[in-house]
């Protein structure tokens, strides 16, 4: 079973950068797609990237869409969220999450919340105007 760690959270400036790092222990880190979630006080979690199991696929929501860039490095163990011009808006919980696919999956990493069975404690992002 695969255990997730995120850190790299923090305290930053609107207009500047973070990048999240999720370390991952198991084996079976790398055939399975990873994906990046964040979650504000009062609001639900929401998908914000998702990467294949070998990078060659990633998927934005909009609001995060040429700001954000998901990555990951199977030799390390580990998917990375690059974040850059961030918005106070961009304030949350980030969780970092993995699911087994199915066999014959070789597509784009699904965005559905409810896909992903394994989770991370998350990383709190701060953003102040």
């Known amino acids: 079973q695969v255990q997730l760690v995120e850190s790299g959270g923090g305290l930053v400036q609107a207009g500047g950068s973070l990048r999240l790092s999720c370390a991952a222990s198991?084996?079976?880190?790398?055939?399975?797609?990873s994906g990046w979630f964040r979650q504000a006080p009062g609001n639900e979690r929401e998908f914000v990237a998702a990467?294949?199991?070998?990078?060659?696929?990633?998927v934005y929501a909009d609001s995060v869409q040429g700001r954000f860039t998901i990555s990951r490095d199977n030799a390390k163990n580990t998917a990375y969220l690059q974040m850059n011009s961030l918005k106070p808006e961009d304030a949350a919980t980030y969780y970092c999450?993995?699911?087994?696919?199915?066999?014959?999956?070789?597509?784009?990493?699904?965005?559905?919340?409810?896909?992903?069975?394994?989770w991370g404690q998350g990383t709190q992002v701060t953003v102040t105007p």
């Open positions: 990467i294949s199991t070998g990078g060659g696929y990633t």
């Open positions: 999450a993995s699911y087994t696919p199915d066999p014959f999956d070789g597509g784009p990493p699904d965005r559905r919340k409810s896909r992903y069975n394994i």
């Open positions: 198991g084996p079976t880190f790398r055939i399975s797609p």
